[in-house]
């Protein structure tokens, strides 16, 4: 049968790194309090010159180095987002005249953070459905651009960045060991939607808006929806959360990892945290904490990888590939 796998990873982040201590000649609060509550500690802010689909296409380049490949060997690029250059086109068909690739199909997806694990379940799909034989999947955030920073609750948590990987098609036996996706599971409640959105958008007020979160909210809903999807990847999969070398799971925040972990069984040393570097990148969270763990030396090739993410919506889902 056919396997999604991973060929090449890249990343890409801001010039500017914004450590705590700036916020505090902004908002009401301190170093202290924002590694306590969330366990971030500095985050990378795009300047003017950086956008969406810049930071896409230095992240997507590197992934395309890593693979060996060019833009002429991709068929498809999905661009996870939702801070695109433009309300239309799609960011992702302006990555793709920036690549200079002149063929095949591109368009954006929008499942805030839970984008990239959706992203990858569509490329996986396209991938087996024969449609795309290498697809080229981005994760790219610009949060800042949407950022009350007037709002202690939630301009410390966010920051920009993005991640890229190639996948291709591959021949695998229909076993666990094969190498590419092996199960994902995607999840989304609307009726949640009020507990963290943007309050703004072209058929509302006409403006982009300023994102807004009931923290305690999201919280309270975000351990038991990650542990959901995650339990039925291990059944799809037949497998326990002992047989997972790597647990890449989105970087909102440390306590709903730690927690998240816990809960599943999952050892800490297995756990992948990279908030305390970028802060909760949306859509390009999951990308930029694998890279940092391939750059690292941690995930090699072989080890079966789970990635889980959550976002507005509420949308949520998990992916289990082996490397």
Request: glycine share 10%; net charge negative.
């Amino acid at each position: 049968m056919i396997r999604s796998a991973v060929r090449g990873i890249g990343s890409a982040l801001p010039r500017r790194v914004m450590k705590n201590v700036e916020f505090e000649s902004l908002v009401d609060t301190t170093d202290e309090w924002i590694v306590q509550r969330t366990g971030i500690r500095q985050r990378h802010i795009a300047s003017d010159d950086e956008t969406t689909a810049s930071l896409g296409e230095a992240a997507a380049r590197k992934a395309l180095d890593d693979a060996g490949l060019t833009s002429a060997d991709i068929d498809l690029i999905v661009l996870a987002t939702s801070t695109p250059n433009n309300t239309f086109p799609a960011t992702a068909v302006e990555i793709q005249d920036r690549l200079g690739m002149t063929h095949g199909f591109a368009f954006d997806m929008q499942a805030v953070c839970s984008g990239f694990v959706y992203a990858v379940n569509t490329a996986d799909l396209h991938i087996r459905a024969g449609q795309a034989k290498r697809v080229l999947v981005i994760g790219s955030e610009t949060f800042s651009r949407i950022l009350d920073w007037e709002d202690r609750t939630t301009c410390v948590l966010f920051g920009d960045g993005a991640g890229a990987v190639v996948m291709e098609g591959v021949e695998g036996e229909g076993s666990l060991a094969d190498r590419g996706v092996i199960a994902s599971s995607l999840r989304s409640d609307g009726a949640q939607k009020d507990k963290l959105f943007v309050d703004g958008g072209p058929s509302t007020t006409g403006t982009v808006g300023h994102l807004r979160m009931q923290g305690r909210e999201v919280f309270k809903h975000a351990v038991g929806m990650i542990t959901d999807v995650i339990e039925d990847v291990f059944g799809r999969a037949g497998i326990t959360a002992e047989d997972i070398g790597w647990f890449v799971p989105h970087q909102a925040n440390k306590r709903i990892i730690d927690a998240s972990a816990k809960k599943l069984g999952i050892a800490e040393e297995k756990v992948i945290i990279t908030v305390d570097l970028h802060g909760n990148t949306s859509a390009a969270s999951v990308p930029l904490a694998l890279a940092h763990a391939v750059d690292e030396g941690k995930i090699k090739r072989g080890d079966l990888v789970l990635l889980e993410a959550m976002g507005g919506g509420f949308t949520w889902g998990a992916v289990l590939l082996r490397w």
